[in-house]
């Protein structure tokens, strides 16, 4: 059965189960959309291929309203069913420790405890997964040496919250891959095995992404994007490196009729205009021959920084690739700021680069070096810029981050006083000697070296006589925690356990009410602290 679906949405919250040593975070990936379809009404509606189920040797279904994983016994209908489930944009960093890591299911129907299901978790051995399709099988693609069996012997109501045994060492081994990006996709396989003749139901079945909630079980027919499948990861790192490059934004069609990708993640500015969004090239600095004077400025934007709250910068960069040969005398002075915004936003044609908000922190780029063709160079270390990015109240991790290059008018000069890289649409020109071709690799890059602090244990009184009741309900709860607030104002909420450390911490932008996902929290008792408009509330809460 189908239904229009929206978008399901990933979010990233900071988890303070801190040690002496490193930060401990958590991360949490839903399936996302992929694919468009038309259903028999000839109406149009969001699907995705990040998940998909197999029966015995053959894909069973891209696009279905549950997905099956374990073994269907009866005598004359045996089968072997597997679920493949591909999460994208898992930002771990190289180097970090898995602590836990879970996959958070929603029941599509009924169990017994007598429906026991076995089912094999492996991830899928690759840097990068891709997603599924019709031709190939789930149990083809290459799995990790790491993998844990899934004795599934406790009964299921209808669309209750369930979880699969700790992954970490399936998670660890992928993370650990060489080539390993933070930003790729992980694919995780639940493979059913032959449990023999059985009356019973040796299977279990759970919410896809087209999930539907049948009428006849009770469901109102419509699509719920919470009951998804969702990757929880709890880890930590005490230092890392990430590297992000430009990444593409839109595409459009050249003069040939070729659609290509383009990004207007930079941007280039000349004087008081914007001079391009989609361009072979980044100029910054000053042209200064006497008819054509113009101070040059070049915007970069990288998204999905995964730099947790409290990281210390150790050092950052922006590595570009020369798009024009350049001499000593070409001296280009650029002073280089960052955006002063949590998240920046990408360009456009209506706004200066040079309009942004800044930072207090800059530096000045002297460029008195020569640069060949094509050759990799980098600016000074950035990481004052980085920091008081970072530093902001609203940071969290996956945000943006921009930089701006300017250009000062260095006076009349027959030299070129401005430096030329390659921009996301970066094209090699024959004239140059280069193939005609875009090269990716060339794009400019922000790498970041950084070290997670040691960070002291957060305590918490529920009984300080300042802190207001706050309203949670259900409460004990096994799922979803309904938090109730007093106004509609933005709110920021921390959940404690009981040895006052800290797991929990997500901002609240509007509304009334906050949705708390407990599926991943261990049974226990916990403490909600919860400010908003200046005021604190708090409640005790029960996982069962």
């Known amino acids: ?252 069609t050249d003069d040939n009729g070729l659609r290509f990708p383009v990004s207007s993640d930079d941007a280039e500015q000349e004087n008081n205009e914007i001079d391009a969004l989609f361009d072979d090239d980044l100029d910054a600095g000053w042209e200064g021959e006497p008819g054509d004077q113009n101070i040059l400025t070049a915007g970069v934007r990288f998204r999905n920084i995964p730099l947790p709250k409290g990281a210390v910068i150790d050092s950052a960069f922006i590595q570009v690739v020369s798009h024009e040969s350049k001499t000593s005398a070409d001296v280009a002075r650029i002073t280089i700021v960052g955006e002063a915004a949590d998240s920046a936003a990408t360009y456009t044609e209506t706004a200066l680069i040079t309009d942004r908000p800044r930072t207090t922190a800059s530096l000045l780029w002297v460029v008195d070096q020569p640069w060949g063709l094509w050759t990799t160079e980098r600016t000074p270390d950035l990481r004052a810029i980085v920091q008081e990015v970072i530093n902001r109240p609203g940071w969290k991790a996956e945000n943006a981050i921009a930089f701006t290059l300017l250009g000062e008018n260095q006076g009349p000069s027959e030299d070129e006083n401005a430096r030329e890289f390659e921009s996301y649409e970066n094209i090699a020109d024959p004239e140059d000697g280069g193939d005609g071709q875009n090269h990716p690799e060339r794009v400019p890059r922000l790498i970041v070296y950084y070290t997670s602090p040691n960070l002291s244990v957060s305590t918490f009184s529920p009984l300080n006589p300042d802190v207001k009741e706050l309203t949670v309900y259900p409460n004990p709860t096994h799922s979803i925690a309904t938090l109730e607030l007093e106004s509609e104002n933005a709110a920021d909420v921390f959940v404690y356990d009981n040895q006052g450390r800290m797991v929990v911490h997500l901002r609240h932008a509007y509304g009334r009410t906050i949705q708390l996902n407990t599926a991943g929290m261990q049974v226990g008792s916990y403490f909600i602290q919860v400010l908003q408009d200046g005021v604190r509330y708090s409640q005790q809460l029960i996982v069962k």
Not at 5 to 23: R, Y
Not at 91 to 97: N, R
């Open 1 to 252: 059965m189908n239904k229009l679906l929206p978008l399901a949405v990933c979010a990233v919250c900071l988890l303070a189960g801190f040690t002496a040593q490193s930060q401990n975070l958590r991360l949490s990936r839903t399936i996302q959309v992929t694919d468009t379809i038309t259903d028999d009404n000839g109406l149009r509606f969001p699907v995705s291929s990040d998940d998909a189920e197999q029966e015995n040797n053959a894909i069973d279904a891209l696009y279905d309203d549950d997905l099956d994983a374990g073994w269907e016994g009866e005598p004359g209908d045996q089968n072997i069913l597997t679920t493949g489930l591909r999460f994208r944009q898992v930002f771990i960093p190289k180097g970090a420790v898995i602590d836990s890591a879970f996959i958070v299911v929603y029941s599509h129907e009924s169990k017994t405890a007598s429906d026991v299901a076995r089912i094999t978790i492996t991830g899928e051995a690759t840097d990068n997964a891709q997603t599924f399709t019709d031709d190939v099988l789930i149990t083809d693609r290459p799995r990790t040496g790491a993998s844990l069996l899934w004795v599934v012997d406790q009964p299921w109501g209808l669309w209750t919250a369930e979880r699969t045994p700790d992954l970490r060492a399936i998670v660890q081994e992928i993370v650990n891959r060489p080539n390993w990006e933070p930003g790729n996709a992980l694919a995780l396989i639940l493979q059913g095995e032959n449990q023999g003749p059985s009356e019973d139901e040796n299977a279990r079945e759970f919410e896809s992404f087209e999930n539907i909630a049948d009428p006849e079980d009770g469901g109102d027919g419509q699509n719920h994007p919470e009951r998804v499948p969702e990757l929880v990861i709890y880890y930590s790192v005490k230092s890392g490196r990430i590297e992000i490059p430009i990444a593409v934004t839109d595409t459009i």
